[in-house]
């Protein structure tokens, strides 16, 4: 990529090339088109894009989605043809000048700050705050919450997997048939990856984003055999290259006949499936270095262990190693301990080094729940495939992202509810996290855009926005200043390069490790304390309605006889202490 002096160059448009201007919402253009009628569609204007509680139960978030957020606003164009869809779409009564000014806007005055990808996020704490003409700002709201919603989810679920799996098991995504169309399965497998996934079966994917790779036979290439009669050539060639076994089949057959009648494992089975025995010698001729076999298709330890045994044994005369075995139904807890002892009498009985060490993967809908049951009864299990629950999301269907407006013309604006939650917190602001003396983040501070930084050393009070009774001293030993400029419009800012895919996966796994154990755990887990620093603003031109709407408000917020131009102090929040 060409960089100029800002830090802006040529950026790849989005991987999915239907995301579009048009791919939002109408009201995004009516808004548009009336903010253009009444001129006010160059007013300089700053959203924040934030979600309001965490998924799944827990205390914390994954941000995703950054990205492709950038590539969008990079390449953001309206096409004549795209226009004059708009025009049919819009009443009649629309003006022709406005398809005019749609035809020359772009991003170029547009800004953008942002965490960066990867990091742990908290609720109310702005993920991106957007600077800009109202009305292309506008535009932008629909594809952004889209790209950042389930991206920031699904990176969420798999940060929550790998968690309950532990940091030494191998986590794959195999959720491609099960996802919601070829987009929900491409982006869930980008970032299940950023989550702490280690490789996917998706190969578009793989293609795309240079995710690893995994996977090997179902269970219909076992059940298409009949007989080892099927394989034509039999021979393979020793790792190598020094000579040459011409039938492999009775290699195989022989070490079969041994594990039957060894002393350790004499009478744990009797005859195996032989259509099986063949599936997987024909396997093992195709891929003698990648070796794993799906091992459930009949009968698990009377059948599949020592049918994969045998051929692995005879893959190790000729200088190879066999992977493993997999598990697709089934209690997995009690057959991955069983295969486990039987290749451990395998190692022993015939002097095998590390046989007993062969890997073993799980799956069969598999999920956050059923991976904790599976280490509270014991298991043997090296590997998890997951699917289903984890790309699907199954346990909450969307993160809530939304995207407030809090200022425009260098006035702050407040949306107001009945419900405290969904209160927005006004004004252009900055966020930073802060540090104590074990490492740990102690809290997410949010404030005005002028108030001073807060500094290494110096007693800070933090507040709630809601509940004055819920405040906290915080001396930080480190301050982090979270939002960076990832897009500079025509402001002479540098723009933070956008880093590689594992760099972004890198940081959530730091990120992830510094966090305290108990904010993390699965169960009941400390919430990671919300409070905030004080910030006076004008509250007329905050709340910008009349008495009534004040009364409603009156124990939320300060005010002199209803007259709405009085200063108050609003509490701006911190994801941070309780």
Not at 107 to 128: H, N, T
Not at 242 to 251: G, I, R
Not at 344 to 369: Q, R, W
Not at 403 to 424: A, G, M, T, Y
């Amino acid at each position: 990529m060409e960089v100029t002096e800002n830090g802006v160059g040529a950026i790849d448009g989005p991987t999915n090339p239907m995301v579009t201007p048009l791919l939002t919402d109408l009201y995004q253009f009516t808004m548009a088109y009336a903010y253009w009628k009444a001129g006010k569609h160059q007013e300089r204007a700053v959203f924040d894009l934030y979600f309001r509680k965490n998924p799944f139960g827990g205390e914390y978030t994954v941000f995703a989605g950054l990205e492709e957020c950038i590539r969008f606003i990079a390449n953001f164009r309206l096409t004549e043809d795209e226009i004059n869809f708009i025009r049919e779409s819009l009443p009649g009564s629309c003006e022709d000048g406005f398809f005019d000014y749609l035809r020359g806007i772009d991003c170029c005055d547009v800004e953008l700050y942002a965490i960066p990808e990867g990091s742990v996020v908290f609720p109310k704490i702005p993920l991106l705050r957007v600077e800009g003409p109202i009305a292309v700002v506008q535009l932008l709201e629909t594809p952004f919450v889209n790209l950042i919603n389930y991206a920031s989810l699904v990176s969420t679920n798999a940060a929550r997997h790998r968690n309950v799996a532990g940091k030494s098991k191998t986590l794959l995504e195999f959720g491609l048939r099960r996802a919601q169309g070829p987009d929900g399965g491409l982006s869930a497998s980008k970032y299940c990856y950023i989550g702490g996934f280690d490789a996917t079966s998706n190969v578009a994917a793989g293609k795309l984003f240079g995710i690893p790779l995994r996977g090997t036979h179902s269970h219909a290439f076992v059940s298409s055999y009949m007989s080892l009669d099927e394989i034509i050539d039999k021979s393979l060639s020793r790792k190598d290259g020094s000579s040459t076994c011409e039938n492999f089949v009775s290699l195989v057959q022989t070490w079969l006949n041994k594990i039957q009648w060894s002393s350790s494992l004499c009478g744990i089975f009797g005859e195996t499936n032989q259509s099986e025995l063949a599936a997987f010698t024909s396997y093992a001729l195709a891929f003698p270095d990648s070796f794993l076999a799906l091992v459930d298709t009949y009968d698990v330890m009377r059948s599949g262990i020592p049918n994969f045994c045998a051929v692995a044994l005879a893959l190790q005369d000729l200088g190879y190693k066999a992977v493993g075995i997999r598990l697709d139904s089934g209690d997995l807890a009690y057959l991955s301990c069983e295969a486990r002892k039987f290749f451990c009498s395998i190692e022993k009985e015939f002097a095998v080094p590390e046989f007993g060490k062969m890997a073993i993967t799980a799956s069969n809908d598999l999920n956050e729940e059923t991976i904790d049951a599976l280490n509270k009864h014991g298991h043997e299990v090296d590997a998890f495939g997951i699917g289903t629950y984890l790309v699907t999301c199954y346990a909450q269907a969307a993160l809530g992202v939304v995207f407030k407006l809090v200022d425009i013309n260098n006035q702050p604006r407040i949306k107001l509810s009945e419900d405290v939650s969904k209160v927005s917190i006004p004004c252009k602001k900055r966020s930073y996290r802060l540090y104590g003396k074990e490492g740990y983040p102690l809290v997410d501070i949010m404030t005005g855009e002028n108030e001073p930084s807060p500094k290494v050393g110096e007693r800070i009070l933090c507040r709630h926005p809601f509940q004055e009774s819920k405040r906290a001293y915080v001396v930080p030993q480190q301050v982090e200043e979270l939002l960076r400029c990832y897009w500079p419009g025509n402001s002479d800012k540098r723009r933070e390069t956008l880093p590689t895919l594992r760099d972004i996966r890198e940081r959530c796994i730091q990120q992830l490790e510094q966090m305290r154990p108990d904010h993390m755990r699965r169960l009941n887990p400390t919430p990671y304390k919300k409070k905030s620093s004080s910030l006076s603003l004008n509250y007329g031109s905050v709340v910008g309605g009349g008495s009534s709407l004040l009364k409603k408000k009156k124990k939320k917020f300060e005010y002199n006889n209803g007259k709405y131009l009085h200063r108050i102090e609003v509490v701006v929040l911190k994801s941070g202490i309780e």
